[in-house]
């Protein structure tokens, strides 16, 4: 059931789905503010990342604002009315940070805390950009904690979807409208 003019941006690694996001993003806002919601950790002894956090940083203009939150009852919060950014347009980048951050978490209580956001989202009137990591294309992951990954960030993102008006692939560098291409399934039961 989509409610509102959210996007979903998904797709492999360095595919080029931030970029995309933060074009489409700057396109559907205007003159709107724009909020950028990091989730990922910041890793600050780690080069590899510290690059990576360092090239998103360059692309997106600085009257962007920027929120950093890890977990997802706190993301979730940021999307409820009252929030100080409930006007914006917001970018979340990503889901696969939120997935992260709750891996030791019982399904019982992941699944609350999912039903939170998927319900925050839902009720959010000013659009969202979401990028999803696409895992599980391949080969199985070996460890317990790999598996439950991308089991919960496939359904994350699935049901994300289903609150979308725009679906896109991106991979490649190159972005593949899904929404007009192939036809949407029935929400996972």
Known sequence: MV??????????SRGGKSEWAE??????AGAAAITYLATGPTLPDDAAWQQRLSRHRQRRPEHW????????SAVSQ???QGSDCQEDFVLL???????ASALELEEE???????AFLMALEKRSTPVVLVAE???W????PTAIGGRFRDRNGSLTRQCEQLCSESWLVAAGRALPLHQLAQRLNPAP
Not at 138 to 141: D, I, L, R, W, Y
């Open 65 to 72: 604002r920027l929120l950093e939150a890890s977990s997802i």
């Open 109 to 115: 209580c992941w699944l609350e805390l999912q039903a």
């Open 23 to 28: 074009q489409r993003i700057r396109e559907m």
């Open 3 to 12: 409610v509102a003019n959210h996007l979903l941006i998904t797709g492999p």
């Open 78 to 80: 940021l999307l409820q």
């Open 93 to 99: 980048d990503s889901l696969g940070g939120l997935v």
């Open 134 to 136: 696409e895992v599980g």
């Open 138 to 141: 391949g080969v199985v992951p």
